[in-house]
Structure formats: structure tokens, C-alpha cells
């Protein structure tokens, strides 16, 4: 069974300042992507950023990058620029390729962007 | 993207009685949707996978004879609350993939909460 860990349940940043959250999973397939996925208030599911397992560049989406490695089962989300409105929650999500489309969620990180 | 949408929003009933909540996806066809429940300051927790025209599949520890699923058509699925519980109470969010092989990626509803009183 896949399982996926987030290790930092809260965190704070400055606007505008960079931060970090992290995410392992484990898992012995070979085949899988991860995601970040943000839950703000409203609680609506937004997907961050994708990254697929087989690549070995780091995902990027404006703000947003991972550093993937694969070896380690690390998969960490930096938040540029933080900005006011990325203030949420965040999952690190897991899932294997060809496994019906099922995610493994992580516990979970809450971010406090503070102006 | 992909629209996934969910009624009611928001809905408080009494205990004993019964709630359906419905999940649609607008544009496009889901063979499977899945559902989640989601208790405050926690992570998502998986209950079941739905699957257009056959049983749903549920997580171990989900009461199916409880939380009963039906997915009737490729843009309907439907969760019943049966004899809701106060600790019934609790977020429920509902997603779809599109497509059916491989990586599919997967949109969400926007919840609905459920208050048992």
C-alpha cells in the first residue's frame, strides 16, 4: 500500500517570502504521479501542480516548483513570492499509473501567508 | 477545466433521517467518481469509489449498508446518508477523472456540509 506523509501540519510565511513544504511517500512501483493540491477556505480542491514520476525535471507552474527526488521519496513544494491569497491548505497527493485513478492523500500542511 | 459539481452545499437534517447528496460532472462523462469525507483540520479520507452501472467499491471501515452509493449515469453519482448520526457530521467532497486508463486527471466538487442535529 502506498502511503504518503506531510511532516509539517502548520507553517507561516511572510508575504512575498519563500517557503517550503515538504511531502514523502512510499511506495515499491516505479510507475506514479505526485500532485500538490490546495484547499482554501471556500474548501474547493484546486490542483497546484503535477509531476510525473518517470521525468526527472522538476514541475513547475509560475510560483510554484517541486524538487522530485525519486530515490529519496521527496516530493517538496516552494511557494515564491508568497503571496496573501495562497494562504490554505495543502496536500501532497500520490498516484499510481494504470491503479483506477485513486489518490493516497497526505495529512496535510496548513500555510499562513501573513501580510 | 473540468467541471464537478454537488448539491446541496450545505445541509442540516435531524438524526435518524436520511440525506442524498448528489455529484455531477457538467462536461464530461465520469465511468468513476469518488467520494470522500473530510473532518475539520484533516486530510481527505477516501469512503468509496463509485462505478457507472455496477456496485461501488468501499474503503475498509465504510458502512456500505450506511453510506449508500449509486451511480446511474456517466454524469450522476449519488451518496445517501441512511438513519444519519451526529458523528455522521462531516464535509463530503465527491471527484471525477476523465478518461478511464492510464493518469487521468481528476476534478473536484466543491463539498457539501452535513450537520446531523
Known amino acids: 500500500a502506498q502511503t504518503v506523509t506531510q511532516s509539517q501540519p502548520e507553517m507561516s510565511v511572510q508575504e512575498a517570502e519563500t517557503v517550503t513544504l515538504s511531502c514523502t511517500y512510499d511506495t515499491s512501483e516505479n510507475n506514479y504521479y505526485l500532485f500538490w493540491y490546495k484547499q482554501p477556505p471556500s474548501r474547493q480542491m484546486i490542483l497546484v501542480i503535477r509531476?510525473?514520476?518517470?521525468?526527472?525535471q522538476n514541475a513547475t507552474e509560475n510560483r510554484f516548483s517541486v524538487n522530485f527526488q525519486k530515490a529519496a521519496k521527496s516530493f517538496s513544494l516552494k511557494i515564491s513570492d508568497s503571496q496573501l491569497g495562497d494562504t490554505a491548505m495543502y496536500f501532497c497527493?500520490?498516484?499510481?499509473?494504470?491503479?483506477?485513478?485513486?489518490?493516497?492523500f497526505g495529512g496535510g500542511t496548513r500555510l499562513m501567508v501573513k501580510p | 477545466g473540468a467541471v464537478v459539481s454537488q448539491h446541496p452545499s450545505w445541509v442540516i437534517c435531524k438524526s435518524g433521517t436520511s440525506v442524498k447528496i448528489e455529484c455531477r460532472s457538467l462536461?464530461?462523462?465520469?465511468?468513476?467518481m469518488f467520494w470522500y469525507r473530510q473532518f475539520p483540520k484533516q486530510s481527505l479520507m477516501l469512503m468509496a469509489t463509485s462505478n457507472e452501472g455496477s456496485k461501488a467499491t468501499y474503503e475498509q471501515g465504510v458502512e456500505k449498508d450506511k453510506f449508500l452509493i449509486n451511480h446511474a449515469s456517466l454524469t450522476l453519482s449519488t451518496l445517501t446518508v441512511t438513519s444519519a448520526h451526529p458523528e455522521d457530521s462531516s464535509f463530503y467532497i465527491c471527484s471525477a477523472p476523465i478518461g478511464a486508463g492510464g493518469y487521468n486527471e481528476q476534478f473536484f466538487g466543491p463539498g457539501t456540509r452535513l450537520t446531523v442535529l
Open positions: 509531476q510525473e514520476a518517470y521525468k526527472q
Open positions: 497527493a500520490f498516484i499510481l499509473n494504470n491503479a483506477g485513478n485513486m489518490l493516497t
Open positions: 462536461d464530461f462523462q465520469a465511468t468513476t
